[in-house]
Nanobody
Framework: QVQLVESGGGLVQAGGSLRLSCAAS??????MAWFRQAPGKEREVIAA????????YYRNSVKGRFTISRDNAKNTVFLQMNSLKLEDTAVYYC?????????????????WGQGTQVTVSS
């Protein structure tokens, strides 16, 4: 069993930055990802990272602006978000997969955090 707790969301102006954190508890060598869900839209994966941190995946819309990283010694995954846009407004969730390789397949993710709101204002 893996428990995930996100933090770091908030209100930021367009062009600004935020850093999300996800603290994980539980044993296992699992890949991690950040998802987001905007009002009226489906949940989408935006960034994923494998167990070692060597391999990552990014959704096209966030490439070059967002960076996913992890510190396995602290069981924490991060999402650095720069150059934020209005369309980045959403609830952001971290998730842990049942596999150790990087994956954007939602069906591989068994454990979810409660979500943290990110609101980008003009």
């Amino acid at each position: 069993q893996v428990q995930l707790v996100e933090s770091g969301g908030g209100l930021v102006q367009a062009g600004g930055s935020l850093r999300l954190s996800c603290a994980a508890s539980g044993r296992g060598r699992y890949a991690m990802a950040w998802f987001r869900q905007a009002p009226g839209k489906e949940r989408e994966v935006i960034a994923a990272i494998n167990w070692s941190g060597a391999n990552t995946y990014y959704r096209n819309s966030v490439k070059g602006r967002f960076t996913i990283s992890r510190d396995n010694a602290k069981n924490t995954v991060f999402l650095q978000m720069n150059s934020l846009k209005l369309e980045d407004t959403a609830v952001y969730y971290c998730a842990a997969a049942r596999v150790s390789y990087v994956t954007a397949d939602t069906s591989n993710y068994d454990y979810w955090g409660q979500g943290t709101q990110v609101t980008v204002s003009s």
